[in-house]
């Protein structure tokens, strides 16, 4: 078995997450058992959809929380009329707005609201009960109630103070009691003293053997109890992002990311580190060597992989630019925003799509309409790209950091020459400068009114200048290298 650990999920995933759905489908493709143990909480969703939605299969999924229980991950499948038949024989009116519901009971002091999964059907998530005025519980579903809080008022806030997991048949397994950041978890037989123990206690339950691999995406929290109960299953770390620092880092002394810092330091018990390029493999290797004098095995596995070659059935829309990433700000989609209108001046067609979600939307959807520019730069939400690509002449991206870059890949894929900055490893493996697109020189110092101009003078040379034609089909033999084949055939190396 292959057990893969990361710490969230959402709507809006990031790279790590797409990048566990797409090594989930290689897994399966390859006949390797595998599964995905995510350890955030999730009070507002069910992680179910969350992972339904990017590709992962339920049998798949492990939740930390559920871990204890014998409830199984399943999607929200609890009706308002079961809640309602849980109110035993009180009188109850409800009222619904939107994809809440409403109960208050006459002559009591108390009402209830349900969260329905959306507004059309009558799937219940969650419930609050309100009490006087004040929040004292709350109820979450799948297929059975699977936890509830329990709250207090303190300082005019109600102040969360338990939580209790139950098994299908409504029993308790067992109760965590937290205050702010403290947690202890009670179960019938041990008192567990922190969340890091309770993600150690699910790793020694899993009876790892030497048969098993344990791969770590994410080591914040996680990886010391992770490492610590492993026993003799063979660990290994992907790495998802650049991993140090150049401006802190001489000829004496390297800074380490925080994120990987702690699994570099237990090389001793890493069997494999994992690259997505040839070049972070080949700058790791020699930091690895000149800073700590080791040489731990690294492999270069791409973190994602293109099923075929996409080719659009009609011709591509004219002078225009797709982008897909989450709506963050280090993605700097406002910069491409900026260049698109700056490049219009002497592009006139010249269009931009935005595909993704986050937390920079309402941002972009104010700048859109200050720059009265919503006729051609939409917001396009998520949605599924493979093939939507194809139907654009390029792609433009504005991170100035891509460990790999997912959307790059799909987007040569799909034969689409690519304008982005020239920085590690993501752009600098997807764009040859002038045979596929434009790599923009770019330094620390460097302003963003600079960045932007940049931008959009590629822009303009991209639709006024290029030999379009030649920049796809390069871009197409770039995708080559990247074939699920070639990635099957890389983690069946390595697993076996």
Known sequence: MVYNF???IGWA???????????????????????FVFTDMFPRDNIQHMTE???????EVIWLYTFFTDCKTSPVTYTQKQLEQSFGSRRFTGTKEGMTVKYTFPGSNSYYVAYLVNEKGNKV????????????RKDYYTYCRIYSEYYAPLDNKAHLYQRRFFNEDG???????????KVMYQFPDRLICSKEELVGEMVSRLN??????????????????IMQNAGPARIGIVIHADHFSEGSTDEEHILWNNYYEYAFSQHKHIKFYVASTDTQNRLLKKQFKKYKGISPKIVTIPVGSIDKLRYPKKRRRKSSLITASRLADEKHVDWLVEAVVKAREQVPDVSLDIYGKGGEE????????????????????????????????AYLAGSTSEGFGLTLMEAVGSGLPVIGFDVRYGNQNFIDDEENGYLIAVDDKMEKKERIQKLAEC???????ADLEAFHQHSYEKAEMYMTKEVKEQWAKLLK
Request: hydrophobic share 35%; glycine share 8%; aromatic share 8%.
């Open 6 to 8: 990361n710490l969230g």
């Open 13 to 35: 995933s990031s790279g790590v997450e797409y990048a566990q759905a797409y090594r989930a489908k290689v897994l399966r493709e390859i006949g390797q058992e595998a599964k």
């Open 53 to 59: 939605n990017i590709g992962f299969l339920d049998s």
């Open 125 to 136: 998530h969650r419930v609050e009960i309100v009490s006087n005025g004040c929040l004292i």
């Open 171 to 181: 029993t308790t397994a067992y109760e965590e009691i937290t205050d702010d950041d």
């Open 208 to 225: 790892l053997t030497r048969r098993d691999v344990v791969i770590i995406d994410r080591t914040t929290g996680i990886g010391q109890p």
């Open 362 to 393: 309402a941002k972009l959807r104010k700048m859109i309409g200050e720059l009265k520019c919503g006729d051609y730069v939409r917001l396009c939400g998520q949605k599924n790209l493979e093939e939507v690509y194809k139907n654009y002449e």
């Open 459 to 465: 822009i303009v040379r991209m639709f006024t200048e």
